[in-house]
């Protein structure tokens, strides 16, 4: 059993490490790119920045399990991740209220990520 927490263990890892690289590196170009400094490419600044937060406050403790069996959950180890949350619900408040074609717009840009942020946050 031991094997397989820590093949589990190596991918959860590499996932994690990835996400946060090809996240910083897509953050990097936005930044320095002056002809994405538009509001689509701001919300979508802001909605890596919240992947980046979520990943961070769920992976670690993921990984933590796996090499301590320690599966208790610490009540501040909660927090970011409901801040995420919050800030995905006031993002989708602000999505609300634009035009419907920006609406459309966004959804189909954005829509992705939050389907997979809504799945793995909820679904047990």
Same mark, same amino acid.
Request: with cysteine; hydrophobic share 55%.
């Given at each position: ?8 263990? %190596? ?6 490490? #990835? ?7 897509? !953050?990097?170009? %936005?930044?320095? @790119? ?5 509001? !689509? ?11 980046? %937060?979520?990943?961070? #406050? ?11 069996? @320690? ?9 970011? !991740? ?8 006031? %993002? ?5 209220? !634009?035009?419907?074609? #920006? ?22």
């Amino acid at each position: 059993m031991g094997s397989a927490k820590n093949v589990f263990l %190596i991918l959860v890892l590499t996932i994690y490490l #990835a996400s946060v690289i090809a996240s910083g590196t897509v !953050m990097l170009l %936005i930044y320095l @790119d002056t002809s994405l400094h538009k509001p !689509m490419y701001i919300f979508l600044f802001s909605l890596i920045v919240n992947g980046i %937060i979520g990943s961070t #406050a769920v992976w670690p403790k993921v990984m933590n399990i796996l090499l301590t069996d @320690d599966n208790t959950v610490f009540c501040l180890g909660v927090l970011p !991740m409901f801040l995420v949350i919050l800030s995905y619900l006031k %993002i989708i408040l602000i999505i609300l209220k !634009m035009s419907t074609d #920006a609406r459309k717009k966004t959804f189909a840009t954005c829509s992705p990520h939050l389907i997979v942020f809504i799945l793995f946050s909820f679904v047990q």
